[in-house]
């Protein structure tokens, strides 16, 4: 088993959110293992949460993981429109954590080079409807879990004016952080074979 962290941090109104996952290999339909991705934390932290507090929120939720025998985990963190600052304040306070900074671009992508990984939202989008449709991807009966489920619901893509795709859940009342840290922790998912897809789809 190994720990993801996706955290997808909130700029000016809106909240930063944590997704903690688990992934394990299980027996799939076709007697082949298979990855399955378990959400064992979500949290949303306050629109306006500083920098060095959403920091040390992480370091609490690494050191929790540590204390229950879990190897240091994977953080992928989307620093869109942010930087490095922010990248060098989580490695102040988790040293040895294995953090990876993610740029989002547009598209269907996902490339990466020594430093940073560019992941296009199409691609994050796709590998969690892929999750979902093959029943891969189980959440936690919780409140932060139902809000999860709520906007995953609500998901849609738009395309503007300008031939650009745009994604979020942009029903009222509806917001995409967890969503994007959900998908920003299972982004390099083992997804199972061709085969299994189609059946699983033609069900």
Not at 41 to 47: K, S
Request: glycine share 8%; proline share 5%; aromatic share 6%.
């Amino acid at each position: 088993m190994g720990v993801l962290i996706g955290l997808a941090i909130g700029q000016g109104r809106r909240s930063t959110a944590i997704a903690v996952i688990e992934d394990e290999l299980r027996p799939g339909p076709d007697g082949r293992r298979e990855y399955h991705y378990t959400a064992r934390h979500l949290e949303r932290l306050p629109a306006g949460t500083s920098y060095p507090a959403v920091a040390q929120r992480l370091g609490e939720i690494v050191e929790a993981l540590a204390a229950v025998g879990r190897k240091w985990p994977h953080i992928y963190l989307d620093v869109t429109g942010m930087g490095d600052p922010v990248v060098r304040m989580i490695k102040q306070v988790i040293p040895r954590s294995r953090l990876r900074p993610v740029f989002f671009t547009h598209g269907d992508r996902r490339t990466e080079d020594d430093d940073f990984i560019y992941l296009g939202k199409s691609y994050l989008v796709s590998q969690l409807k892929i999750l979902l449709q093959t029943a891969r991807l189980h959440l936690p009966r919780t409140p932060e879990a139902k809000t999860l489920a709520a906007d995953l619901l609500a998901y849609e893509v738009e395309v503007t004016e300008d031939a650009n795709d745009r994604y979020g859940a942009f029903k009222v009342g509806r917001h995409d952080d967890l969503i994007t840290a959900l998908g920003l922790a299972v982004h390099k998912c083992r997804q199972p074979s061709l085969r299994h897809l189609v059946r699983q789809w033609n069900q």
